[in-house]
């Protein structure tokens, strides 16, 4: 009804300054919090020292929520990541101490296990129809008495130090400038190819100089990134991988047929599948993808903690998915993005690690932290009835 | 003294203004017709009146029986004797039809339901509206036709004396329809004023007292039904005079493009009900192909199993352009070469809260990447073809579609199609709920892709639109094919002979 009167342009203004609007919204209160416990704590919080801290604390939550996302975007739900996270980390523990697994082998294992699992339960909910809910929330339970049964309800240590670098090391600096510059060079090869196919195609004129003015902020925060992980110990491992699952997962979902079949799933599944998309198949690779992430995750809790314990994870499903939703991803399915789940688990991870610098009481941290959710939830709740 | 009168009514969105002093006036015992193309500010006008617009939000004044009233939910313009039955049903499937009748108006004391006394008292409304419905079965399990009159019946018990039908026969079967007229009369007759919107303008005219034309967020002309005639008020609602809706159009047939064979489909929930019986069919190139058949003679399922979208079981052979192709999933019927503009836009066409964009190029996705990683740049380009070809109004590709008017995201759905290079194109009711104005540019584009060598096969359930549209007409009764007709046998009467098989 608005746009009666209005002729074809091809701008792309309403969605863009609407879905980054949001961001810059997010990174302001991300900034205001960091602010706040760097003055509360201080002026301890914004040190490389902690900041690396930071990085690594949030790097489990942020490889889960990049899977999450997507399983939540198709219109689904995962509550059995925690659990998993425990069995696949238990398995790769017990094996390397009492089945003679190499480092190898015990990584393979714990990623397949993981992947297994949940194309499993991705299957249930598919093929026979069982709301993902109660699938894996029957999961959350399988797969907790799982790891106890494994690991008899003993703590297994790792000592295997190649195994612990997965969760503890760090990369020398000059690696972490490698991956700087080869980073900064991929940001501006994207910005002129973009610009080129605009061309290209017959949308308008190719404007280089505005791409490279566009390039400047990610290529600023590349460097200051590196920098600062380099001021203290260099750049964790873990962190590497949780920016390559968030790199896949920005790729797939942008970049990829899959990634927007997953949005269409989410958004109307009758739609989807009347337009040739094999709903059933999608759903239980966006599973798999999961799984594998989880997988990954799992090494690196195990490797932080030195241990597999029959608690591990516990209560990770639940973080994953506050990281989505304050992050912007809506559980009817359809929205999301890879950015805003990541920036969700910072989020997370900045209240977590800020309050135990200041020594805030257990249980007061759980109740600010739901307290914060659901708030987050609500704000943009009347946010958006506004428009 | 009008029962009910809207002055000089003012609401802005963002950048908009749907209503532009719109004056509007209802006798009590009058039957007044409001109607004029989506996007023309009718829902809009209604929901100021009912209080979804909260008072305040818009400008000018609402009186009803000569006092200045100001509504700021519906709760407040129910109490003061209006109803609304909207077009989206808004029944809880789940509880039963007296439930839905007294929903939040139960009869209780201390909140404990006095459930004798709620069924007694629907069973009286029922009753007085001549309803043949148990109140005690849930309204999920009755057809949606029986749904709306249970709508009306839930709006009646609350002593309306100002009731608004939006398009409340789009899904109502003819006998349907004549009991709900029935009920408008009996109640106009007890003084109760009624706001009528609807696109059926034979209806319109065959019950109206007087007619308002909205265009463009004004009320461009109000007159008395006898005064005026059908062209008069489309040239109002359009704002151009319209000549034959239908243009004549004659398409040069090429090959066969597409035959089905032995076409027989089963219910989804009694095993051994065939819905479609043996049908046998062929559509060349250029031709367009018009099935007609009453509500329940198997249109849609027909289209459904070609197209390997049925639950239930079916059976029959496709040959395209003479070869025999497997279709076991609408993945192999696009990549078939067809095209399928499904029923109820809303609920199988489109991703209402996504953008244009991603809407048309969803099933020609694979196509339009040439691969697994798509090319913004590249669908952009391909999808501003449809859109500039369709004109579909819209500020840019990246529209949410939910916004569009009803015509416009119909168009989208097309566009959809068109952009997965098909041979065929199946459009089921394609005209469904949108205006005049673009109902006939659909049926434009209908010529021109045909006049283009597309072979279609179109299903409607308004008889003019199949007459007007096809070079040959196949009739369905119960599932059977019951006559085949060319452009120039095809008269209303034979049709409707054969689909009623008399």
Not at chain 1, 46 to 51: M, Q, S, V, Y
Not at chain 1, 322 to 330: E, K, L, M, N, P
Not at chain 1, 370 to 376: D, E, Q, R, T
Request: hydrophobic share 50%; proline share 3%.
């Amino acid at each position: 009804m608005t746009t009666d009167n209005a002729t074809v342009a091809t701008s792309d203004k309403p969605r863009a300054s609407r879905t980054s609007l949001r961001a810059y919204v997010m990174i302001g209160v991300l900034g205001l919090i960091w602010l706040y416990f760097h003055w509360a704590t201080g002026y301890v919080f914004l040190t490389p020292r902690n900041l690396s801290n930071l990085m690594t604390q949030m790097t489990v939550t942020g490889i889960i929520a990049v899977g999450m996302l997507m399983v939540i975007v198709s219109g689904n739900i995962d509550l059995s990541v925690g659990s998993v996270l425990g069995f696949a980390g238990g398995i790769a523990a017990f094996g390397m101490a009492s089945m003679g697994f190499g480092l190898a082998t015990a990584i393979i294992a714990a990623i397949s296990v993981a992947v297994a699992v949940s194309v499993f339960q991705g299957a249930l909910t598919a093929y026979l129809n069982i709301p993902a809910f109660i699938v894996t929330l029957g999961g959350l339970l399988a797969w907790r008495g799982a790891v106890k049964w494994l690991l008899a309800g003993n703590t297994v240590p790792v000592s295997d130090e190649t195994f612990k670098y997965i969760g503890q090391g760090n990369l020398p600096a000059w690696i972490g400038w490698a991956i700087a510059a080869s980073a900064v060079i991929f940001v501006i090869i994207g910005a002129v190819r973009k610009t080129r196919s605009v061309k290209e195609y017959g949308l308008g004129e190719a404007n280089y100089a505005g791409a490279l003015l566009r390039s400047i902020i990610p290529v600023a925060a590349i460097l200051a990134f590196i920098g600062v992980m380099n001021a203290w110990q260099g750049v964790p491992f873990p962190v590497l991988l949780l920016l390559a699952a968030a790199l896949l997962g920005a790729f797939l979902t942008n970049s990829t047929v899959f990634g927007r079949y997953l949005y269409a799933i989410g958004g109307n599944a009758d739609a989807a599948r009347l337009s040739g998309i094999n709903n059933k198949r999608n759903i239980v690779k966006v599973y798999a993808l999961l799984g594998a992430l989880t997988g990954v995750a799992s090494l690196i809790f195990t490797a932080r903690v030195g241990s597999a314990a029959p608690d591990a994870g516990v209560l990770k499903e639940l973080d994953a998915i506050a990281a989505c939703v304050i992050g912007g991803a809506s559980l009817m399915g359809g929205r999301g993005t890879i950015f805003g789940a990541c920036l969700g688990a910072l989020i997370m991870a900045s209240l977590d690690n800020g309050m135990s610098l200041l020594n805030v009481r257990d249980f007061m941290q759980d109740i600010i932290k739901g307290s914060i959710l659901v708030a987050a939830v609500g704000l943009d709740m009347a946010g958006r009835r506004e428009t | 003294m009008p029962l009910l009168e809207m002055r000089d009514i003012v609401k802005e969105f963002p950048g908009v203004r749907a209503l532009d002093g719109v004056s509007f006036a209802l006798e009590s015992g009058e039957f007044h017709a409001l109607v004029g193309e989506n996007g023309a500010g009718k829902s809009t006008l209604m929901k100021v009146l009912s209080g979804v617009y909260s008072a305040g939000t818009f400008d000018g004044e609402i009186l009803v029986e000569g006092r200045s009233r100001e509504f700021h939910s519906i709760r407040d313009s129910e109490a003061a004797g209006i109803a609304i039955i909207f077009q989206e049903l808004s029944l809880v499937k789940e509880l039963t039809v007296g439930e839905n009748i007294f929903l939040g108006k139960e009869p209780s004391r201390f909140g404990i339901i006095n459930w004798s006394e709620l069924y007694h008292r629907a069973t009286k409304v029922l009753k007085d509206l001549h309803l043949p419905i148990d109140p005690r079965v849930p309204v999920g399990s009755l057809g949606i036709g029986q749904q709306q009159l249970v709508e009306i019946a839930k709006a009646l018990s609350q002593d309306a004396r100002i009731l608004v039908l939006d398009e409340p026969t789009a899904a109502l079967t003819e006998s349907e329809v004549d009991v709900l007229f029935g009920i408008l009369a009996k109640l106009k007759a007890q003084g109760v004023g009624l706001i009528y919107i609807s696109h059926k303008l034979d209806e319109v005219f065959s019950m109206a007292d007087r007619i308002t034309v909205l265009r463009d967020g004004k009320s461009v002309a109000t007159h008395l039904a006898s005064e005026t005639d059908k062209d008069r008020v489309i040239a109002a609602m359009v704002g151009r005079k319209v000549g034959d809706i239908f243009p004549e159009a004659t398409h040069q047939r090429g090959d066969v493009a597409v035959s089905v064979k032995g076409l027989t489909v089963y219910s989804q929930d009694v095993p051994d009900k065939k819905l479609v019986d043996n049908v046998t069919f062929a559509v060349r190139k250029g031709e367009v192909l018009g099935i007609a058949g009453l509500m329940g003679a198997g249109r849609s399922e027909m289209l459904m199993a070609i197209f390997a979208a049925w639950p239930g079981k079916y059976s029959r052979e496709i040959e395209i352009e003479g070869r025999r192709v497997e279709i076991d999933s609408p993945r192999d019927a696009i990549n078939g070469g067809i095209g399928f503009v499904t029923e109820d836009r809303k609920r199988f066409g489109l991703i209402l809260d996504q953008t244009i964009l991603d809407n048309i190029t969803l099933a020609g996705l694979r196509r339009l990447s040439g691969g697994l990683i798509t090319n913004r740049s590249r669908e952009n380009a391909a999808a501003s073809r449809p859109i500039k070809s369709l004109r579909i109004k819209a500020l840019s590709p990246l529209t949410i579609t939910g916004t569009l008017s009803g015509g416009n995201q119909q168009k989208v759905v097309l566009g959809k199609w068109l952009l997965t290079d098909p041979k065929v194109l199946f459009l089921d009711e394609p005209t469904r709920g949108i205006d005049v104005g673009a109902k006939q540019e659909i049926y434009a584009q209908i010529n021109k892709l045909a006049s283009e060598g597309l072979a279609i096969v179109l299903v409607s359930s308004e008889l003019p639109e199949v007459l007007g549209l096809s070079d040959r007409v196949i009739v369905l009764h119960e599932g059977r094919m019951t006559g085949e007709f060319g452009r120039e046998e095809a008269t209303p009467e034979r049709v409707m002979a054969a689909a009623t098989a008399s």
